[in-house]
């Protein structure tokens, strides 16, 4: 017999990261998620508390489809998205999952949909040209 865990830790500026363990005790299980959500830190594009632009994630077969909403919105999220969201800082957005509703595989559709994320700054450096 085993336990697993599933951590996600963030700094609410923009950083976010998922780990997962697995031991024979539960705070051994914790640990080991909690180290690895700490190694694998990601930045997210925001700007003002949301998303800049609709994008969607896919992990296996879970979809989870970010858009961007007006402030005073707030997370409109399942239990697993609403964790990540918020341990990166957002504050505002809409969500919807689509396909297995499996909780490791929903956070990490999410992360991937998130490091999707591209800021005005970063696609005008892409393109070389300044956007109107």
Known sequence: MSFSALVVVGDKKGKV???FGKAKEVPSAVDKAFKEAR????????IGGTVPHEVQGRFR???VSLLPASQGTGVLAG????????CA?????????????????VVKATVE?????RSRE???????VKLA
């Open 113 to 117: 949909g998130l490091l999707r994320l």
């Open 39 to 46: 190694r694998k830190l990601v930045q997210v594009a925001l």
């Open 17 to 19: 990261g998922i780990g």
């Open 61 to 63: 077969s879970s979809f």
């Open 122 to 128: 970063t696609v005008e450096k892409l393109r070389g």
């Open 89 to 105: 800082g957002i504050e505002n957005i809409l969500t919807k999952q689509v396909g297995s509703r499996n909780p490791v595989n």
């Open 79 to 86: 239990k697993a998205v609403r964790d990540v969201l918020e």
